[in-house]
């Protein structure tokens, strides 16, 4: 069965444009403060990928159920309602039931609000598109900012803690690399992931497509 | 005009269902958080006078070792042994550190500190604040002054070995113990007045 059985024609696409051809961190380079803050440990990076999945699929559904009778001269004050209301749910969530990661995320998880991925999907596409397709359009999204963040984590985790998931997996004589811990790590990480994958799927520099 | 009814009619209708979300789940989730908040705070005051509260009610263990005392504003918990514990803060190199210290009955020597909340750098300035590092302090004393001194040169009693490459946060740290067990000294013995 493929993809395109299975969601149809329209959503299969949208599928393959939000996890790879368009790629929210690769191809359009957004989200890429919080990519680059709390890709530290996996742990994290599972956290924040779920809260930020979670508040774009909650977007989705009120930004396209509600398209037709947003006054467009408003509508950027209702995504940010929107988005801001989704956001202090996960957080007071977070900070209910999993308070480890909540204070391990700090103050990121209320800076999911100013996340440009939400903002760019509910102007770009949630605005024109029917529930179902932007929901679909959401969850690629949401993939699509997990599988990277929790790629960097990995390599940020392993080589600036010597740990995965927490567990030990480097000798015990390795010497953690402080740097990949600190933020710069991430920078380095982010350059060569966004080189391969935009060399992979052949984007152009703008200008010269 | 019509137009501009609509909008605003739009908005407040939106403002309100959300709210009325957000008070909802606020209502439900803060007595959790508050909770989770005060036990924190008494694992924080047990650890640091190295009570054991392993596999019971954090609570329970509480109530039946502390007992805390208000001076002014300040919160002193006081365990059955004359050992005191308080909550402390100072400014780190990043951020904002809050903890725990507990002194023995003579205010100088310290029985443990404890961390709440801190931003220090990871893999560096945290390291000073890990417990492993932390535990470095136990039975040290801050008479005449608490000293972090270079790696593996400590050997009085007021000194204890800074972690390399985190010097920022180890003069914080240091700053931090020595002025809160001065005041907590005053505010105690009443002296200095």
Redesign the interface.
């Known amino acids: 069965m493929s993809l395109k059985s299975i969601l149809g024609k329209k959503a299969a696409k949208i599928v393959k444009s939000g996890l790879w051809f368009d790629h929210p961190i690769s191809c359009a380079t957004l989200g890429v403060c919080s990519a680059l803050a709390i890709s530290?440990k996996v742990e994290n990076a599972i956290a924040m990928s779920l809260g930020v999945t979670f508040v774009l699929v909650l977007t989705a559904v009120i930004i396209s159920s509600?398209r037709k009778?947003?006054?467009s001269?408003?509508r950027i004050?209702?995504y940010m309602?929107?988005i801001a209301?989704g956001v202090?749910?996960v957080d007071?969530?977070l900070?209910?039931?999993f308070?480890a990661i909540s204070?391990a995320m700090?103050p990121y998880v209320p800076l999911i609000i100013t996340n440009c991925i939400i903002m760019g999907r509910a102007e770009a596409f949630f605005l024109q598109n029917n529930p179902y397709h932007s929901v679909v359009d959401a969850v690629s999204n949401g993939l699509a900012y997990a599988y990277t963040l929790v790629l960097i984590a990995v390599i940020r985790e392993i080589l600036?803690?010597g740990t995965l998931l927490g567990w030990r997996v480097m000798p015990e004589a390795w010497v953690?690399w402080?740097v990949m811990?600190?933020p710069a790590g991430a920078f380095f990480i982010l350059g060569v992931f966004l080189w391969i994958t935009r060399t992979l799927a052949d984007v152009k520099p703008p200008g010269k497509g | 005009m019509k137009?501009r009814i609509?909008?605003i009619i739009?908005?407040l209708v939106?403002?309100g269902a959300?709210a009325t979300?957000?008070v909802g789940?606020?209502r439900w989730?803060?007595p959790?958080?508050k909770k989770?908040e005060a036990d924190?705070l008494r694992k924080k005051i047990l650890e640091a006078l190295a009570i054991s509260y392993e596999g019971k009610e954090v609570e329970q263990v509480f109530s039946e070792n502390i007992t805390s005392e208000e001076f002014g504003e300040t919160t002193i918990y006081k365990a059955g042994s004359g050992s005191v514990a308080f909550e402390v803060d100072g400014p780190g190199s990043q951020g904002p550190i809050r903890g725990v210290m507990a002194l023995g009955p003579d205010l100088e020597m310290i029985v443990g500190i404890t961390i709440i909340?801190q931003?220090e750098?990871?893999?560096?300035g945290m390291r000073v604040l890990a417990p492993d590092n932390l535990a470095k302090f136990r039975g040290k004393t801050t008479a005449p002054r608490l000293l972090i001194v270079p790696s593996s040169t400590a050997v009085a009693d007021n000194e204890v070995d800074a972690v390399t490459?985190a010097t920022l946060t180890c003069k914080a740290l240091e700053s931090i113990v020595n002025s809160e067990a001065k005041s907590i000294a005053l505010l105690i013995r009443g002296d200095g007045e």
């Open positions: 530290n509600l009778l947003i006054p001269r408003v004050i209702t309602i929107t209301s202090t749910i007071l969530i900070k209910a039931f308070p204070e700090g600036g803690f953690d402080v811990a600190a | 137009e609509t909008m739009f908005i939106l403002g959300w979300t957000l789940v606020d989730t803060s959790i958080i989770y924190k909340s931003s750098t990871p893999g560096l490459g």
